[in-house]
């Protein structure tokens, strides 16, 4: 079942949340809504459930090419995961899971024998089947989120909406249930949107990443597209952190300070541009080799993490930080 | 979570305590003014009442209680409530519900006016009955025509009420359902629940203790109020006499041991309200409890 989202806009009193935003999720693809707090990503995911309208008189949201613009949340079969996991407190972890069976009219209503069987097997999924006579507030984080998810997936939902989902965990918890969603979601391949401010989240769970900034879509592809090839500064910024200069672009070369690099991409182009370097994209030598280098001094080392983080100062006074592999810091032995 | 933010705090509760214990004679004087004033100005009045209803024995006691006025003053009354309490238990939700999920245009002024009887004295909210229903009233030529009686009868009797009682339900409620998000709501409509079934299994729930204290505080209230019914009522013996009215019929008439053997079963449904009251807000706070834990380990 795919997504469609065509030209919705949303205000709130004066502030434009949404502008003009389209986007299509393939059927069966798990995307990420990225962008930093204020992005208006939630309000686009709450748009796409029927929490939320559109501004009257703007697009149009479609599941599998059907117009369900008009249709209430609860005709919509989405199920949507909350930040805060939104569990029924005064029911147990059954009964919350049972929850989207029991209230359909009696026609469509499972029998009591197949609610049971149904809410099992889910909390099986998730892996909480022995939790099922505990109330939400017996719980740790993780385990709710899960439940939450459990009770979405019950009403067979066409697509599963998740907002921040692990935006309220602490960070191992978080990482499990990442990996753990991703498995998941290979299982049951249901259409799935979910939002975050994290990258390390968007990049490592989606198959497709939607990047948001100021209510506007700034570009979409798969996690490696947006990395290694963003759209704007602001993606490049957004998706970690990055070095920037200014320098002169001059017959396919660009000049920062007076170091010349070969440019061929930009070949008859002249100008003052601005340069974004990765911190593990640099080099590090203690001697000059030969080739085009930017002088600079070490002020400070932290080695405590995946790799060794250098900050650096060049002679201009620019900060610069650089990774290196802990097997080339100890060989430069700084 | 909440457990260590317990541990860690109870230390310091603790020391703050001991930082601020006063010297024991301190301690002893201000218990014993406290206690002293409770037993001067609430248990003696009210041993009183039931000493004055028993003076002349018990055989006067019961005789004056199933007396045919009296009889007909507690059945007044129990029907006053009985009209009084489901209106304002719909309107108290109605209104709750609206002002803590929504927001709409003129919801301040409308908290407003849900205070508006507590602010007001009962007799004005006796008149206000008065110079609309009353034959002088605006309403009067068209309601005397239709022969339709308000003021001196039960009509007017069960607006006073209500009109004095609204806010209690509303009040207890607004800041139970501020403190709860929409989000169960919301999960609940995402699920496929229409609104009935979400308030029904979702809302009403989360409620149930806070709208029970409301109930038992607006049923005292309804029983008990004097000031506005006694406006609108006309004192009629037998007709439009509430208990409060019926006991202040007694009293003017030197009739002590009836009077207070009425009074005493005001004073005993006060006792009854205050246990309810104790037991429900017991169990509310500790779902209150609950509600913070869980909020505790989102955030």
């Known amino acids: 079942m795919s997504i469609e989202v065509r030209q919705i806009s949303k205000t709130f009193g004066a502030f434009k949340a949404l502008d003009d935003v389209s986007l299509l999720v393939p059927s069966g693809e798990l995307v990420a809504s990225l962008g930093p707090s204020g992005s208006s990503k939630t309000t686009l995911l709450r748009i796409i459930a029927g929490l939320e309208f559109a501004d009257s008189g703007s697009g149009t949201v479609l599941f599998h090419e059907e117009d369900v613009a008009a249709k209430r949340a609860a005709q919509r079969r989405v199920g949507f995961v909350f930040q805060h996991y939104a569990l029924f407190r005064h029911m147990t972890v059954f009964e919350n899971v049972a929850f989207g069976l029991r209230v359909r009219p009696k026609r469509a209503r499972p029998s009591r024998e197949e609610i049971r069987e149904r809410v099992h097997s889910l909390l099986r999924l998730v892996q909480l089947d022995w939790l099922g006579d505990r109330y939400p507030s017996q719980l740790s984080g993780g385990q709710r989120q899960r439940v939450a998810l459990a009770r979405a997936l019950a009403v067979e939902p066409k697509v599963l909406l998740l907002d921040e989902p692990f935006g309220a965990l602490d960070a191992k918890v978080r990482q499990e249930l990442r990996q753990w969603l991703r498995r998941l979601h290979d299982e049951i391949h249901v259409t799935s949107v979910f939002v975050t401010h994290d990258q390390e989240e968007a990049l490592e769970l989606a198959d497709r990443v939607v990047v948001m900034n100021h209510g506007q879509i700034v570009q979409t592809g798969t996690p490696d597209e947006v990395f290694h090839q963003p759209a704007s500064e602001f993606v490049l910024n957004f998706l970690g952190h990055v070095n920037a200069f200014h320098g002169r672009l001059e017959g396919g070369r660009v000049y920062f300070g007076d170091v010349p690099v070969d440019a061929p991409p930009y070949q008859g182009v002249s100008g003052a541009v601005r340069i974004f370097v990765r911190p593990h994209e640099w080099i590090i030598e203690t001697k000059a080799n030969g080739r085009p280098s930017l002088k600079a001094t070490v002020c400070q080392i932290n080695a405590a993490g995946p790799c060794a983080r250098l900050q650096l100062a060049t002679d201009y006074g620019e900060r610069i930080d650089v990774d290196v592999p802990h097997e080339r810091f100890r060989q430069l032995s700084l | ?299």
Request: hydrophobic share 60%; charged share 10%.
């Open chain 2, 1 to 299: 979570m909440a457990g260590s933010i317990a541990m860690t705090t109870a230390p310091t509760t603790a020391r703050t305590r001991n930082a601020i214990t006063e010297p024991v004679l301190v301690r002893i004087l201000l218990t014993l003014i406290a206690c002293g004033f409770l037993v001067l100005f609430l248990v003696v009045p009210l041993a009183a009442v039931f000493a004055q209803a028993l003076k002349k024995g018990v055989g006067v006691y019961f005789a004056s209680l199933v007396e045919v006025d009296a009889l007909a003053a507690i059945r007044l009354t129990l029907l006053t409530a009985a009209i009084a309490l489901p209106l304002n238990l719909v309107f108290g939700v109605a209104a709750a519900w609206a002002i803590a999920k929504f927001e709409f245009f003129g919801k301040s002024l409308l908290i407003t006016l849900i205070d508006l009887p507590f602010a007001v004295s009962p007799v004005i909210s006796g008149l206000i009955y008065v110079l609309l229903f009353g034959l002088q009233g605006l309403l009067g030529p068209w309601l005397a025509a239709h022969d339709i009686k308000v003021i001196f009868a039960v009509p007017g009797i069960v607006l006073a009420t209500i009109f004095v009682t609204f806010p209690f339900i509303a009040r207890e409620l607004i800041p139970l359902m501020h403190a709860q998000s929409a989000d169960e709501e919301q999960a609940a409509i995402s699920l496929g629940a229409s609104g009935w079934k979400t308030f029904l299994r979702v809302t009403l729930p989360n409620i149930k203790w806070g709208l029970l204290y409301g109930v038992i505080l607006c049923n005292a209230r309804a029983m008990g109020e004097f000031g506005a019914v006694s406006v609108v009522s006309g004192h009629i013996r037998g007709l439009t006499n509430t208990m409060p009215l019926h006991v202040e019929i007694l009293y003017n008439e030197y009739n002590f041991a009836a009077a207070f053997a009425v009074a005493s079963l005001l004073a005993m449904l006060a006792l009854v309200t205050l246990a309810l009251k104790s037991i429900v807000e017991w169990k509310a706070c500790r779902q209150l409890q609950l509600l913070d834990a869980s909020h505790g380990e989102n955030s």
